[in-house]
Structures are given as structure tokens and as C-alpha cells.
């Protein structure tokens, strides 16, 4: 099967979230995408749990892995002027420097746009940290986890008369890759054809309130400030998640038009409730929300979600399980669409990576290799790839390159 | 003078609101994005907020963000001339965008068989909620139901309540956004070999990787994580850590992390603390450097989070965040639509973008480009289309007369 990126080679520096999502894609589409790691501060995707059955270790880590497979792993002594001199060799190899470090950091190691271009000059340097490369904030620290404040997301999530929710984990970190690896393959393409190179600098910040532009566009318009509004919909009704039977099992239900809620009403067997001039009408609907959930709850609980979304479904509403990450693993459309690719751990045995969101029918992604041990290819990459003898090689071993 | 990658590229865009963000992100890389609607106008032009809150589909704000860099037509694809005028825009084109029911294209006899016929480099992405084969690939979605089978409601919102999504609908932007990757990567493929191909998209799994570490839970541990609100989950030893905090004007964003990455921050914010009286002997006695969030119990915990909550609520979000960037710590304000434009670093990068609107008679503020380039800066060049705005400018490139345009309105083609 043919590889988009066959040939395209990236010298990966990025850690935590947003740098390893935006690689991946370069990875599992084929490009030669090398991890530039260290022992003595390992990539905190490595060590985050879950861990494989519990036990912490820089290679039981789901959160490094799902990321990471396709990549190669090495293990370089950035302290060590021949480390230094290590990856100035694999920059020359490399048609893509990628790094997620805070302003200064790359700068430190002299590896700044300026240098790499000195060594290659029609390198692509993707760039991508908090809050961009310039402005009063670009070196304040952070994860995604801080960003889901500063971005507007937990303002957003919960419930108008409770504290903000934090959505689950690091919420920019998935918005942000999207943004990076379409710049960076028009930028892999624009060198293609050009023979020019970039420097390409992403803010998380920036590309995050992507994702609220009409919620901004109302500020600046209607100079109105939006709030968290639960699961409601501001122009429809029943749309929540509604307890079903078992324990702690919803589902959603989210009836649109008028034809939905005629629906939605055969579904549960026209019950006489249905039939008051409260809830014939979307105003209606609207106005009695409250009253009206608790009556859908009614029917909900006296089925399991997995029925609830059936029922709905043959009647043309749409509804679904909420699922629980155990309802993931057994979800049969992902299944059917190949979501996991398992494939045989060093550490942890047959694990499932996370695969690609998208089917390309000429050239779908591939799993061909699981994601790796901290520094497993130190030696190949050498020998491989840069072409190192042997005798080189186990001297910058003795001296330390290698962290 | 700086080209856009994508200049001299065309695309045919059929989307709805699940897949506007994809020809929006092809279009600010430099495609000629031709959004194409139904005579009459799209139904998402119902999407609100809307401009002055008139709720026009002239007006609203969603189309205006997620339409720019678009010109816009109106085509019935449905009716023979439309089938017809549609195969000789794709013969021209080099990428179609879809997001409707899987075989509805095919159905039209403008599935990717026949368009690859047509123009064999062409490449057809469609959006679909779930693909466009499999157990679930014909069923009803809308956003809440997205985020529900992606796995993320179930892990947002408070314990006591049913999992909750972000307010503002996201699950069609990341199936938008993630196609855009998607076409990406084929248009390389294509560049280098001239074969086009079909890009099925699923927005569940375009969402899903919202969901991070999340799901390995169950797979490695056999633990199911649950919503914890304000506080945060996945912790081992099952104490209940804050992240969000109220201060004296809004909430603070202030998840405490242990360890190397914690370590500065924590000894700073102590340090102010007891600065302003506000820490006791408990929290000047712990050695930061070993502080482990890991191993802290909950009576530790508790009382650490009485101190550090009492000291946020004598702050506003201002005073929290300019000290903690001169501290260099990580503590962040949670952030309203109001201070996210007011925001400093944004100002400082120039993100915000004017665009004219000379319908309105004035130019609005958007959000500026998610990356800044060197070489090829990314720029909103044209505010999204009005209905059928360039119809004639359209048609004519394709060699139609203004006569033939009046028999095709007439007949409700265009």
C-alpha cells in the first residue's frame, strides 16, 4: 500500500499533547518521524497514568503510546556538546523540526530558526507552545489543562447556577493539532514544489478560540458575554442527557424540528402528557423545559441507553448512549472502523493505539509499528539512518551522547 | 511577494454545518472555495448568535466565522441542470466537500465513482457523524449526541448531574477540522502522483481524541472515570483536587501539580501567600522541591485547599494572572468571552482580524489565523458569502450566458 509521506523526514522534539497528535498524522501516513527524547526528563505523556496494570514506568504509559505509533525513539544528552552536534547531523537528515518547548528553550541549545536554517536551509520548523513565540506571555508555563481556563472552555462547561466544569484533560490539546498539520503539510507541499522552507509558529491559545469564533463574533457585535447553559439548546426541546436504567447510564436525546418531536412522541407510545397544548409547540417545549425533561426521564429510566438509542433511532430521532470509556472499547461502529490499532507492545503486550479518524480509500493510514520504548532506536537511528559506524557509535555510548 | 500555499486550487464545498470548518481551513490556506448551497440559502444560515440579534439567515454568526474565505453559489444538485452544471464545476475542481447522509451522493449518481470519472485527481472528502459504513453509520446525530458517543460527556460535569457538554456545539468542528488534515494529506499524495481519492471522515472519531488518556483507564486498569466538575479525575490516590476556584471577580484555572513541573510554582504562590498573611506554619513547613500530589492525603489536601481558596477569593482575575506572569507560575484566569478580547498577548500578537462587511456597512472582529507562517501568512481575504452572491461571476467562468442563468433561476436550479 502506497505511503502519502514516504521519504518525508522529521526530527521531533515535542512533548505532552499537541506536538506527538500533529506528528502522528505524518507517521501513520508513512514519513520517517523521529522522537528526540531525554531519560533524565521523559515526555510527562510518559509519566501520566494510566499505567499498564498500575505499575508507573516511562514505557507502561498509555498516554505516550496511543500517541506514538510509527515513531521512532531516541534518547540524546542535550548537556553534551557532542549530543549538540548529534542532532545538528540529523537536522541535515531531516526535512522537519518540530518542537513544543516554551519560548527560549531551543534557543538555549542554539537551535533557534536562524541556526537550523544555517545547517539546512530549506528546513520547515513547526513551532507550537501556549501562547505562541512573541507577546508579553509567550515564556509563561502551562499545560492544555491551564489553556481549557484561558480559552474559554470551562467558562463554558457545567451548569448556569454551578461552578464551571474543567472538561476532561488538556481540551486545546485537540483542537490545536488540527489547525498545526494542515499548515504543516501545505508547508510540506509549498517546499515541494518551491524548494523553500518556513518557519511556522503555533499559539494553542490562538488556534483554541478557532473552535468559539461565532461566540467571540457575538461579543464584538452584540458586546454579549456567553454563558454555560447545561445541555440546553437555546432554539429546541427535549435535548439533554437523560438517566436510563443501571447504574449512572444516560442518554442523549435531541429532538429539532416539530417532525422530530412527532417522532420522538410515537417512540415512547404517545403517552397523554404528550398531547398537552404545553408541548405541542416549540415555544411551548421551550417554555415548560424542566417539567418537560423530567417527564422524558420518566421513560428513559425504564430502559437501558443501549435500548433508549435503538428505539429512538428506528424512529429517527437522534439519541445516544453516553458512553463510558469501557463503552469505547465495545462501541461496534468504531470497531468497524478500525479506531484501535493493536499491536504488540515491547512492554506492555497487544495494545491499542489510537488510529486515524478518517478512511483515504488509495491510501488509508497503516499501523506498522507500536509505539516505542524510550530510546529503542538509539542505535538504529545512528546506524540506520544516519549511516554511523559502528566504532562512532559505541564511542558516543562511552562518552555519554546518549541520555 | 508571499503566495498561499494553496493558490490556484478550487473547491467545491457542499457542506452543512458539519463540515464548514473544512473548506474554511482549505480556503485560508488558499483555495477558491465555492460554497454551495440550495436555492434559497442553507439551513444552517439558522445557526444563531446573529448580528444585532436579527435572526436572519443574511445575519448570522455562525455561517459569517465558519464561511469566510468562501464565495458562494446556489445550486439545486438535485435537479438535471443542477447535476449537470455540478459535473462541469467538478471537472474544473480540485477537491469536493460533503457532508451529506452516506449514499445520498451516490444515490445522485455524484458519488466518487462517478466524479473520479469525471476528473480522476479529484478528491472527495465526506463528513458523516459516523462514517460512511457500519452498524451505526445511518444513524441521527446532532452535536450532543457526538459528544456522547465520543466518550467526553460522560467524563464532563458535576457528579450529582447528567454529563454535560461545552455549551457551544464542538463536535462538528473537530469532524470539520480533522477533515481538513485528511484532505490534506490525500492533496500530497495527489500532488505527487496525480491520483485523487475518497476521504471518509467520522466526526465520533474526529471527537474522540478530546477524550485523551482517558479511555486507557479502562483498558489498562479496569477503572471507569467519572465527571468530577470543578475537580479532577483520574487521580490514583482518589483524593478530589481542585481545578477551577472562584476568586473575587469570576475563576481561576489552578490545577496543583506535584512534583518537577509543579515545584516553582507552588513554592511562588506559598510565597505570596505568606507575603500577605495569608499561610500558616502547615504550608510554610512543606518542602515543595518533594511535594507529591500522588501521595497527598485528603486531609493534607483540604486544608492546603481552604488557604489557597481563601487567598484567590481576596484577588480578581487580573491581579491573579499579571503576578503570576511576572512569578512566572502557573496559575490562569478561566477566561469569559470578554477577557479572552481583551486579552493582552492576543492584542500584542495582532490576532483579532477586521473584516469588512460592506452589507452592514462596517467590518467586524474575528478570530485571527490558528498559525502563523513565515512564509505564506494566513489571512481572512473575503467575508463569507451572501446567498447566491456570486452566481454570476461563478457561472460565467463556466460559460453560461445571463440568459441561461434566468431560465435556471426560473426553474429554481440556482
Known sequence: ?403 | MSQLPLEGHHVLDLTDDKGFLCGRILGDLGCDVIKIEKPGGDPSRRIGPFYKDIPDPKKSLYWFAYNANKRGITLNIESEDGKEIFKKLVKKANFVIESFPPGYMDNLGLGYSSLSQINPAIILTSITPFGQTGPYSHYRASDLVEMGMCGLLYLCGDPDLPPVRISFPQAYLHGGAEAAVQTMVAHYYRETTGQGQWVDVSIQQAAFLATFNAPWFWELNQVILKRAGAWRTGLTTGVLQRQIWPCKDGYINFPVYGGALGARTNRRLAEWMDKEGMSDDFLRGIDWDTFDMGQVTQKVWSHMERLIEKFFQAHTKEELYSEALRLNIMIYPVSTAKDIAEDKQLETREYWLQVEHPELRESLTYPGAAVQASLTPIGIRRRAPLIGEHNEEIYNELGLSRGDLVILKEAGVI
Open chain 1, 1 to 403: 500500500m502506497a505511503k502519502v509521506f514516504e521519504g518525508v523526514k522529521v526530527l521531533d522534539f515535542t512533548w505532552a499533547g499537541v506536538g506527538p497528535i500533529t506528528t502522528k498524522y505524518l507517521a501513520d501516513y508513512g514519513a520517517t518521524v523521529v522522537r528526540v527524547e531525554s531519560k533524565t526528563r521523559p515526555c510527562i505523556l510518559r509519566t501520566t497514568p494510566p499505567y499498564k496494570d498500575a505499575v508507573p514506568g516511562v514505557d507502561r504509559a498509555a498516554y505516550f503510546a496511543i500517541y506514538s505509533p510509527n515513531k521512532y525513539s531516541v534518547t540524546i544528552n542535550m548537556n553534551h556538546p557532542k549530543g549538540i552536534e548529534l542532532v545538528k547531523r540529523l537536522i541535515t537528515w531531516a526535512d522537519v523540526v518540530a518542537e513544543s518547548f516554551t519560548t527560549g528553550v531551543m534557543e538555549k541549545w542554539g537551535l533557534s530558526y536562524e541556526e537550523i536554517k544555517k545547517i539546512k536551509p530549506d528546513i520547515i520548523m513547526y513551532r507550537t507552545n501556549m501562547q505562541g513565540h512573541s507577546g508579553p506571555c509567550c515564556s509563561l508555563p502551562g499545560t492544555g489543562v491551564n489553556l481549557v481556563g484561558l480559552t474559554g472552555f470551562a467558562h463554558l462547561c457545567g451548569w448556569s447556577d454551578r461552578l464551571p466544569s474543567q472538561p476532561y484533560g488538556p481540551y486545546t490539546d485537540s483542537i490545536a493539532p488540527r489547525f498545526g498539520a494542515a499548515v504543516l503539510i501545505a508547508a510540506l507541499d509549498y517546499r515541494r514544489r518551491t524548494g523553500k522552507g518556513q518557519l511556522l509558529d503555533m499559539s494553542q491559545f490562538e488556534a483554541g478560540v478557532n473552535f468559539l469564533a461565532p461566540l467571540m463574533l457575538d461579543y464584538f457585535v452584540n458586546q454579549r458575554v456567553a454563558d454555560r447553559v447545561g445541555n440546553y439548546c437555546p432554539y429546541t426541546a427535549p435535548h439533554n442527557a437523560y438517566r436510563c436504567r443501571g447504574q449512572d447510564r444516560w442518554c442523549t436525546i435531541a429532538v429539532g424540528s416539530n417532525d422530530d418531536w412527532q417522532s420522538f412522541c410515537r417512540v415512547i407510545g404517545n403517552p397523554s402528557w404528550t398531547g398537552d397544548g404545553k408541548f405541542s409547540t416549540i415555544l411551548g417545549r421551550k417554555e415548560n423545559e424542566l417539567e418537560l425533561d423530567r417527564l422524558v426521564e420518566g421513560w428513559t429510566i425504564k430502559h437501558s441507553a443501549e435500548e433508549v438509542m435503538a428505539l429512538m433511532q428506528v424512529g429517527g430521532v437522534a439519541t445516544g448512549i453516553v458512553e463510558t470509556i469501557q463503552d469505547l472499547f465495545q462501541d461496534p461502529q468504531l470497531k468497524h472502523r478500525n479506531h484501535f490499532w493493536v499491536m504488540n507492545h515491547k512492554e506492555m503486550g497487544p495494545f491499542p493505539h489510537l488510529g486515524q479518524a478518517a478512511v483515504l480509500s488509495e491510501t488509508p493510514a497503516q499501523p506498522r509499528m507500536p509505539s516505542p520504548c524510550l530510546g529503542e532506536h538509539n542505535e538504529y537511528v545512528c546506524r540506520e539512518i544516519l549511516g554511523m559506524p559502528e566504532a562512532e557509535f559505541d564511542q558516543l555510548l562511552v562518552e555519554g551522547v546518549f541520555d
